[in-house]
């Protein structure tokens, strides 16, 4: 049996950068799926279509879990951008996109225009966050993955 000499530091890094590229790709995925749920909200309160209550809930669990995880970040980080604290602003409070979200009637034929200023926000968050945007700008500067040189200039050091 062989063993190999351990390398920790260098599994390390590659390890943490594997796993913020996961997390990111996952809540990017859960904004994606927050809208796209609100969308089908308002479709369906325009076009006057009944949602089974199962239908109902996966819709409301796809946007309040996107929310939950924008707003912790948005406020923790609420005190260095304005736009958070805007964001965190029509979110909050009794008359906040959140709390009319979870008073909302579904079945009710009424269009609502806040749900569109509502999935605009989520957007915006996700994309001031980084969870949007993450590669695309130094993609579109260089080929390859935006974060190869950085990852392999990491390794160099580490082993240096």
């Known amino acids: 049996m062989s063993s190999e000499p351990d390398r920790p530091d260098t599994d390390t890094q590659w390890d ?3 796993d913020y590229q996961h ?3 996952r809540v990017a995925k859960s904004i994606g799926d927050a809208i796209d749920a609100i969308s089908i909200i308002e479709s369906g ?12 809930t996966d819709l409301r669990a796809d946007v309040l879990g996107a929310v939950i995880r924008l707003q912790t970040e948005l406020e923790n ?6 736009e958070y604290d805007k964001i965190l602003s029509r979110w909050e409070g009794e008359e906040g996109y959140i709390a009319q979200f979870r008073a ?5 034929a009424r269009s609502e225009p806040w749900l569109q200023k509502f999935a605009s926000d989520i957007h915006r968050a996700g994309w001031e966050l980084g969870y949007l945007k993450a590669g695309r700008e130094e993609k579109q500067n260089r080929g390859g993955d935006a974060y190869d040189g950085e990852v392999r200039e990491m390794i160099e050091e580490m082993t240096i």
Do not use: W
């Open 23 to 25: 997390v990111s790709r």
């Open 104 to 108: 909302l009637d579904v079945m009710d």
């Open 45 to 56: 309160k325009v076009a006057g279509e009944k949602l089974s209550s199962r239908e109902e």
């Open 16 to 18: 943490a950068y594997s």
């Open 77 to 82: 980080e609420r005190e260095q951008r304005e």
